[in-house]
Nanobody, 126 residues
Framework: QVQLVESGGGLVQAGGSLRLSCGVS????????MGWFRQAPGKEREFVAG????????NYGDSVKGRFTISRDRDKKTAYLQMNSLKPEDTAVYYC???????????????????WGQGTQVTVSS
């Protein structure tokens, strides 16, 4: 397992932008997949975006396609989530997660991830 620390959350008006960061420490592997999930009060945890550490392949949840961009910097051991055109329904606690995974794309199920960050709150006001 690795240790993950998120940062960058906060309060933003609808239509604004935020960038979340996820720092990775511990023994990492090029076979890792990084995922961003979110959970709003009373709702299930939702897949937002994923990226493969080795080749940078990305995938996204339907609700954020075209607005959010996931990326990673292997030298800095950091994953990012750039969130543009934010909506009030994007309000949630955002978590980054890591999975040792050999597939082409990052998994979409939270149960496939074995390391999680502590979460960072994102609040979008209308």
């Amino acid at each position: 397992q690795v240790q993950l620390v998120e940062s960058g959350g906060g309060l933003v008006q609808a239509g604004g932008s935020l960038r979340l960061s996820c720092g990775v420490s511990g023994r990492t592997s090029l076979s890792y997949a990084m995922g961003w999930f979110r959970q709003a009060p009373g709702k299930e945890r939702e897949f937002v975006a994923g990226i493969k550490w080795r080749n940078g392949n990305t995938n996204y949840g339907d609700s954020v396609k075209g607005r959010f961009t996931i990326s990673r910097d292997r030298d800095k051991k950091t994953a990012y989530l750039q969130m543009n055109s934010l909506k009030p329904e994007d309000t949630a606690v955002y978590y980054c997660a890591a999975a040792f995974n050999q597939n082409i794309y990052a998994p979409r199920e939270s149960s496939d991830y074995d390391s999680w960050g502590q979460g960072t709150q994102v609040t979008v006001s209308s």
